[in-house]
């Protein structure tokens, strides 16, 4: 079979599993987990082999017209060079994962059939945007995800929090689409065609007419999607959803998406140095940003959520000083220890019965109850935090030491201030990193308190995959050195200069959480406000989540002890918590700029709609009817009536005649 058979296979698969689970769900539910199991580990295989095939040589480019347009053509066409077919290994892995993780979480669940289904499909959705060669098939698969993080966000649709974070979700990532589309019809008008190669050709050759303006159109689309500031308030909201979608969302699909996007078409905004300079800020932000909002969260998946805002920052702004295999690196490094993390914060749920840290610093003996999250989380969050020799220490590095090279003027793309913002930011928010990484495991497995509940051995279905992530997590990044030719080459490997920056930030930053949480715990053990022990009270006003999720917990559990709980993050943030634990404000700010004036424009158009439209209307109605009542009276059906009118109008017309002929005689 050939490798562009087998490249049509992998997401052609986990398509067909969608299908035939939505059709079979409900009349053969024991072919529910098989279905949705059985095609994505197939694809994961398939994967693999197309990429072993691959080799990281020259790219595979096959094309076939899809339909003809009379102008510039659609075609279905492969586009597989190393960057495809390493993150399309990391999609099959991850979506089957999940699946497997899945059919033990949510094993109670009576909506399992359809969410099994709507995995597969976003699954086939990603890897149709990872392997497409032409830009209009690309835009079915993202576009398909969108609506399938919309029912996936939304399962638990009995909460109001679910039903709102998937229209948010939806909404949001819709807003970037808008200019995204109008980004990829100007490309292809300058191009001729939505063909991927000839879209670079075309760049080459210095054949685009505004550059500028193509690369900041489709950046929106991206900032978007990929949760980038300032389009990223979605992302932490959309924790509503079960904690696997979590995972699938953050590692390996959705949010992968946008990035993945600009490394595939780099040299569109290579092309415009402002292009690089905006993208680099907005990726500053977003990292710093998310780093400090990850320090105010109680709720474990959001403090996970702001974590991949500010990672996929990492990777923005890799792509903003020109480096593509360092943003790709970081994705697939990233793409594994997250998943792992999502998966093992479901385990921690699921053994705590709450997303709040607070509650769970309140736990004792939590990390013994559940010995296969408490191992594998570690490894994750030290992946998360870039400590060697775990995979995100070289990927994370891969990204600082090109920006260090922009910045030095190294870079014939980029321009030397995008690289400053993208140096300083990254290591600031190293720190930030290590000292959320660090905050989430004290609070999650060092807690004092009341006896952690115990529920015997998790499933293997979930351990079982943790661990399998846990290699990767660990070992991907030594093992990124054999893998130079499918990143076009170029060896990823770290410097001095940024090992030490990126290195002691992390240290600094652990260090530093765990001094002040050290104190917290002292001060709460001696029922002392301030300094990072907060009250019972206190850490269920801050957060939703202290109250356990009964829709992801399938067992009862005791209620927490009301107790100060040891928060570092408010030590650390001081007069800043607040702001930050509400995500800098940033959906009041939106809210009050768009939202309320939407709604008022919809209020006025209603008004004028109701009061002036209709008035009108109903005014064309009412005179026709006003005057067939006159009529209607005059015919009373009285014959002598009728002949007395008619013998009136006869004498008015004489007379008028008569005086008309007189007026005229007389001039």
């Known amino acids: 079979m050939s490798t562009t058979t087998l490249a049509v296979l992998v997401p052609l698969l986990p398509f067909l599993a969608a299908v035939a689970g939505l059709l079979l769900g409900r009349t053969a539910p024991g072919f529910v987990r098989p279905l949705a199991v059985l095609p994505t580990l197939a694809t994961a295989v398939l994967a693999v082999l197309v990429a072993v095939r691959q080799g990281g040589g020259q790219a595979i480019d096959t094309a076939t017209e899809l339909t003809p347009t009379g102008s510039v053509p659609i075609e279905l066409s492969l586009h597989l060079d190393g960057f495809a077919v390493l993150v399309a290994v990391l999609v099959g892995v991850v979506a089957t ?3 497997l993780y899945s059919t033990a979480y949510l094993r109670e669940d009576p909506r399992y059939p359809s969410y099994a289904a709507l995995v597969s499909l976003f699954t086939s959705a990603m890897l149709l945007v990872v392997y497409s060669g032409d830009l209009m098939v690309l835009l079915v698969g993202w576009e398909i995800m969108g609506i399938c993080s919309y029912f996936l966000v939304g399962h638990y649709w009995e909460t109001e929090a679910a039903r709102s974070a998937s229209l948010k979700a939806f909404l949001v990532t819709k807003l970037g689409d808008v200019p995204f589309l109008i980004g990829l019809f100007a490309v292809a008008a300058d191009a001729g065609s939505f063909q991927i190669t000839k879209v670079l050709g075309t760049v080459a050759a210095g054949g685009l007419d505004h550059p500028t303006l193509i690369a900041l159109l489709l950046l929106a689309g991206v900032a978007g999607k990929s949760a980038q500031f300032p389009l990223h308030t979605w992302l932490p909201d959309a924790m509503a959803g079960p904690t696997p979608v979590s995972a699938l969302i953050h590692a390996a699909t959705m949010v992968a998406a946008g990035v993945y996007f600009i490394a595939r078409l780099l040299p569109v905004f ?6 690089l300079v905006v993208m680099a800020v907005m990726a500053a932000v977003t990292m710093v940003g998310s780093g400090l909002a990850a320090l105010a969260q109680d709720d474990i998946k959001r403090v996970l959520a702001y974590s991949t805002v500010g990672q996929l920052g990492y990777m923005t702004g890799a792509l903003a000083v020109g480096d593509r295999a360092a943003a790709v690196f970081h994705l697939l490094s990233h793409g594994v220890f997250k998943a792992l993390l999502f998966l093992g914060a479901g385990v921690i749920i699921h053994a705590a ?7 769970m610093s309140r736990m004792d003996g939590l990390a013994r109850r559940i010995p296969d999250a408490f191992w594998t989380m570690t490894i994750a969050l030290l992946a998360l935090a870039a400590i060697p020799p775990f995979a995100g220490f070289f990927s994370k590095e891969a990204v600082l030491v090109a920006a260090e090279q922009a910045a030095g003027g190294h870079s014939d793309l980029a321009p030397s201030a995008a690289g400053w913002l993208v140096l300083v930011a990254g290591v600031l928010t190293a720190l930030l990193t290590a000292a959320y990484a ?14 952690a509940p115990d529920h015997g051995k998790e499933p293997v279905a979930m351990t ?4 399998l992530l846990a290699a990767p997590s660990l070992a991907f990044g ?4 054999s893998l130079a030719d499918w990143f076009d080459g170029k060896e990823l490997t770290p410097t001095v200069t940024t090992s030490v920056l990126g290195t002691g930030a992390a240290l600094i930053g652990v260090l530093l959480t765990y001094a002040l949480w050290q104190r917290a715990t002292a001060r709460a053990a001696a029922g002392i406000p301030g300094g990072g022990a907060v009250t019972a009270s206190v850490a269920a006003a801050a957060s939703a989540a202290e109250t356990p999720e009964v829709a992801e917990v399938s067992h009862e559990h005791p209620a927490v002890p009301a107790a100060p709980a040891a928060d570092p993050g408010r030590a650390l943030l001081g007069p800043l918590h607040r702001h930050a634990a509400d995500g800098f404000h940033l959906d009041a700010v939106y809210d009050r700029l768009f939202v309320r004036p939407v709604r008022a424009a919809a209020r006025l158009v209603r008004f004028l709609d109701r009061e002036v439209v209709d008035t009108y209307v109903r005014g064309a109605g009412a005179g026709p009817r006003l005057l067939g009542g006159l009529v209607r009276r005059a015919q009373t059906g009285n014959v002598q009536s009728y002949l007395s009118a008619l013998l009136a109008g006869a004498v008015v017309l004489a007379i008028a005649t008569a005086v008309l002929a007189n007026l005229n005689a007389g001039s």
Not at 270 to 275: D, G, I, K, V, W
Request: hydrophobic share 55%; aromatic share 8%; glycine share 14%.
């Open 97 to 99: 994962c999940v699946q």
């Open 270 to 275: 290579t092309a415009s140095r402002a292009a």
């Open 353 to 359: 019965g709450t997303n709040s840290l607070a509650a």
């Open 438 to 451: 660090t905050r989430l495991w004290l609070m999650a497995f060092r807690g004092r308190g009341a006896a």
């Open 464 to 467: 079982g995959v943790l661990w």
């Open 478 to 481: 030594l093992a990124a050195g």
